[in-house]
């Protein structure tokens, strides 16, 4: 495999101490490439590799680490090596890594930051987890509206290497209120009149986020708008930092994650999978698993209220998987599309309406088809003393479109009804929505085969 190319050169140089060695393959290789050849080495060995690197090629190789990795070195490497490493890393992503740390090395490696790092690290760290605050970072260009053309590239070059993005330029007054934007592009197409003022040139229209939204929020608007970054402000509209798209991607991925944990029916985890006690897993799964025994439980109390009509028509109880999992699986895939789509912003509440009709008509398509695909299958399975009575034929394919109809209906009215009480709709997950359809499906099949064949 690609990963363990390097393994045997990397341990061999480490070995025999071969600094120019290690300090190549820091520098001739990308990054993200020098930290995929070092995943089968140990926390400790791949710092070793990278303190051989200069400091920002060690920050940009660190930052490919998986969290784990991440997470190990900073709590088991010498305190400052690490510090001095943990000052260059980005504001958002430095205070990521130090929460997770106990508190005797959090205090440790505070100690050994910069002022300014150890400010900006206990400003951010106050934002709630899940807020714009929180995924934000500090490093912007702020320009003063009453520099020129010709002063604002002079002070960009000056401090670009400060900022993580220069494509925008953000202009300030003089107790930080935004006051507009100007583009890379602008300044250097400006230069043609070089003392033109910024407040002439930049632009008021601008597309911000409060400290205090969602995350999630966040990300669906720079996605809307395709933005490279946008601005977080205060209440009193003061800009506090910006939120890039590297950025964004992490959010997508962890709001990613914990909606592909609700849709298995697991609650979300804090930590990566591997950092999570066993305990806190067996929790986390137990609680739904609970919830879904009781469903499964009432469905057997649906099915025990019908015994005397399975022990007389043996054949009812045949189809009974059948019945469960088309409507289960109608109801799954109908709150899969509807989840999905909420999150993506494609519909909204006030689509309700809309939703409803189509799923009905989509019901009534996909029940048409399996009915007739459970008519055929009852011909086999009925009895054929009972084949010639009509009516037993046609028990298990009006079961099936009434219990699809059913499905589709339940797994989109409740993700739109958790919406609506201002509940995540990803926690109304598929084998949730398919214990429902369960019992509703074993009461349709029951009363139908009551009326017809009685």
């Known amino acids: 495999m690609i990963n363990t190319l390097y393994l045997p050169e990397l341990r061999e140089m480490l070995s025999a101490d071969n600094v120019e060695g290690l300090r190549d393959f820091c520098e001739a290789i990308h990054p993200a490439r020098a930290a995929e050849f070092m995943a089968g080495l140990s926390p400790s060995e791949s710092w070793q590799v990278i303190e051989h690197g200069k400091m920002e090629v060690r920050v940009d190789i660190f930052s490919f680490f998986g969290t784990d990795k991440q997470y190990e070195i900073l709590a088991s490497q010498p305190i400052a090596s690490v510090a001095s490493m943990v000052a260059e890393l980005p504001p958002d992503d430095r205070v990521d890594l130090l929460q997770e740390l106990d508190e005797d090395r959090l205090a440790e490696l505070l100690e050994r930051l910069p002022v300014e790092e150890r400010r900006d690290f206990q400003r951010l760290s106050q934002y709630p987890e899940g807020t714009a605050g929180a995924v934000m970072t500090t490093e912007i260009a702020k320009l003063s509206e009453s520099l020129t053309i010709r002063e604002a590239l002079n002070e960009i070059g000056r401090q670009s290497e400060n900022y993580e993005t220069i494509y925008y330029l953000y202009i300030v007054d003089e107790v930080d209120h935004l006051r507009g934007l100007v583009s890379a592009r602008q300044l250097l197409t400006g230069m043609k009149q ?3 003022p910024l ?3 930049m632009d008021t229209n601008l597309v911000t986020v409060d400290v205090m939204d969602d995350q999630e ?8 708008m395709d933005l490279l970054a946008i601005p977080v402000v205060d209440n009193q509209h003061k800009l506090l930092g910006i939120i890039t798209h590297d950025d964004v991607i992490d959010v997508v991925q962890e709001e990613a994650t914990e909606d592909a944990h609700r849709f298995g029916a697991v609650d979300p985890l804090d930590e990566s ?3 999570t006690s066993v305990f806190t897993l067996t929790w986390k799964r137990g609680i739904w698993l609970s919830i879904l025994f009781f469903f499964a439980l009432l469905t057997a109390f649906a099915i025990q209220e019908y015994e005397a009509e399975i022990e007389e028509w043996v054949w009812l109880a045949l189809f009974i998987p059948l019945v469960i999992s088309s409507g289960g699986n109608s109801g799954s895939q109908s709150a899969t599309l509807i989840i999905t789509a909420l999150s993506r912003g494609h519909i909204s509440l006030s689509d309700w309406g809309r939703v409803v009709v189509r799923e009905l008509i989509m019901g009534l398509l996909l029940g048409t088809g399996l009915a007739a695909m459970g008519l055929v ?3 086999f399975f009925v009895p054929a003393s009972e084949t010639f009575l009509s009516a037993s034929l046609f028990v298990v394919p009006l079961t099936l479109l ?5 499905g589709t209906l339940t797994g989109s009215v ?3 009804l958790f919406e609506k009480l201002g509940w995540d709709p990803a926690m ?3 084998p949730f929505v398919a214990g429902i359809v369960d019992i509703l499906g074993i009461l349709i099949y029951f009363k139908v085969a009551t009326l017809f064949i009685v």
């Not at 009434?402 to 059913?406: E, K, N």
């Open 414 to 416: 409740l993700p739109l």
């Open 377 to 379: 299958a009852s011909i």
């Open 402 to 406: 009434l219990v699809v109809i059913c």
């Open 194 to 196: 070089p003392e033109t």
């Open 199 to 201: 407040h002439q040139i």
């Open 273 to 275: 999978y591997l950092r």
């Open 217 to 224: 929020d966040v990300a669906n608007q720079v996605a809307k």
């Open 428 to 430: 109304m997950s598929t």
